[in-house]
């Protein structure tokens, strides 16, 4: 390298340097909110909302633990954020005991994108009972279902449309019917 090129470089580096150092002096936007309610139940706050970047706490995402709880993590009873859990959890990744309602959800009901539980419904559903798009599981009904007892486009097994006529008679009526004729 050319010693005339070795300092075009020195002096871009430089130039960058301090573009940077003014970019972080002048701090990024960004909206962040922290509530948590003064009263307690079980150890936990009734609510607790964290939501942004705190840089005080040297936290990028919030994390909201409480009985309700929301925020870009959530922890609790009632869990809402981007990634959720608790007894009953919603958001992008919600990890629900009873109730999981989110993209990819678990639960004893799952509902959502990707549905894993008990029951599971949705367009990719998992589960003792699987109602989906690609639906696996014990009694399991959708447009491609795998299972012990299968609706789905090819197969009618007896015992899973006697299941899911006495589970689900509106659905079941309208897929058995269309597809008799």
């Excluded at 939501?51 to 706490?57: E, Q, V």
């Excluded at 929301?70 to 809402?80: E, K, M, P, S």
């Excluded at 639906?135 to 789905?152: C, K, M, P, Q, T």
């Amino acid at each position: 390298m050319k010693e005339s090129e070795f300092t075009q470089l020195k002096q871009r580096i430089e130039t960058l340097e301090r573009e940077v150092a003014a970019l972080k002096n002048r701090g990024l936007p960004y909206r962040s909110v922290r509530k948590r309610s003064s009263r307690m139940l079980w150890g936990l706050p009734l609510y607790d909302i964290a939501m942004g970047p705190d840089p005080a706490k040297g936290e990028p995402r919030g994390h909201a633990r409480g009985i309700v709880a929301i925020g870009d993590f959530a922890t609790g009873v009632l869990a809402l954020g981007g990634i959720a859990r608790g007894v009953i959890a919603v958001g992008g990744l919600a990890l629900g005991l009873l109730l999981g309602i989110g993209g990819l959800c678990t639960g004893a009901l799952a509902v959502g994108g990707l549905a894993i539980g008990g029951i599971a419904i949705g367009g990719g559903a998992i589960g003792g009972i699987a109602i989906g798009g690609g639906a696996f599981g014990y009694y399991a009904v959708g447009g491609g279902a795998l299972g012990e007892h299968v609706i789905d486009g090819m197969r009618q097994d007896p015992e899973a449309v006697r299941f899911f006529g006495d589970w689900l008679p509106f659905p079941l009526e309208f897929s058995y019917r269309n597809s008799r004729n």
